[in-house]
């Protein structure tokens, strides 16, 4: 089988917090490893940004895998048509149960199984954090009309969603999922408080305005409680903000 490696290395150790499900990684790898029909999809998105930096500095593991790979026959068929009739292809069992078990056995702990679908648990902040305690990610990335019912059935994934929408694959919804993930991995971001102060962050509200220069830009002016430099003024005219950002825009997250 064929698989494409960037910046392989062990997993990682973690330690669970059991009050809010975040973890303290000792300078060790989270592990993702992708399962796709398409996986240089990828390919740029692992040279973007924040990731690029992560995976450099071996924080980071992506690894992805080709299902098709898995596939038995010469033309590498992983779909075939629905029992009962109706229209599109779905994901047969065979290729992705072999191609899966394959990739759990890559490793010493087999990590956990993330199937992407509109029919999961959609993914917020909450969800993040608790994906972040474990040290290595399988995200199983479907097409066409979706997935055999006894992959989820046999291989029993926590499936996720993206949001209510439907989306051409998986893949998307699994960059997502790394995104949001790395973010809360020490070491990732350059301020380590960073995650902390973002929406939906530890508070749960949403950010706080913020502002840069000039301080005056076409009649719009800098609130002068952020020129003041009393930091316990600021914490809480930034607190203030939030709540009343939060009861404006997203009523529901405190209700």
Excluded at 77 to 102: K, N, R
Excluded at 109 to 124: C, I, S, V
Aim: proline fraction near 6%.
């Amino acid at each position: 089988m064929h698989h494409q490696t960037v910046d392989g290395l062990q997993v990682s150790v973690r330690d669970r917090q059991a009050a809010d499900l975040r973890v303290i990684f000792v300078g060790v790898i989270m592990r993702f490893d992708v399962l796709s029909l398409f996986p240089e999809l990828f390919h740029s998105y692992l040279q973007q940004s924040l990731l690029k930096l992560a995976i450099e500095k071996k924080l980071v593991d992506v690894r992805l895998w080709n299902i098709r790979d898995w596939s038995t026959d010469r033309h590498k068929s992983v779909d075939d048509t629905p029992y009962g009739g109706g229209p599109g292809m779905l994901i047969a069992c065979p290729p992705v149960f072999d191609c899966v078990e394959a990739v759990q056995a890559d490793a010493p702990a087999p990590g956990r199984l993330l199937m992407l679908t509109p029919q999961g648990r959609k993914l917020d902040q909450s969800l993040v954090r608790e994906l972040a305690t474990f040290p290595r990610l399988l995200l199983l990335c479907g097409r066409y009309e979706g997935f055999d019912e006894r992959i989820s059935q046999g291989l029993r994934p926590l499936e996720v969603s993206a949001g209510d929408f439907i989306c051409n694959g998986g893949e998307v919804p699994a960059m997502l999922v790394i995104d949001t993930v790395i973010r809360l991995i020490p070491g990732v971001l350059g301020d380590e408080t960073s995650s902390k102060y973002d929406s939906f962050g530890e508070s749960g509200l949403l950010e706080y305005p913020q502002y840069t220069r000039p301080r005056e830009f076409r009649g719009m002016s800098v609130p002068d409680v952020l020129l003041s430099g009393n930091h316990q003024v600021i914490a809480e005219w930034r607190h203030q903000q939030s709540l009343e950002r939060t009861r404006r825009k997203r009523g529901d997250l405190i209700e």
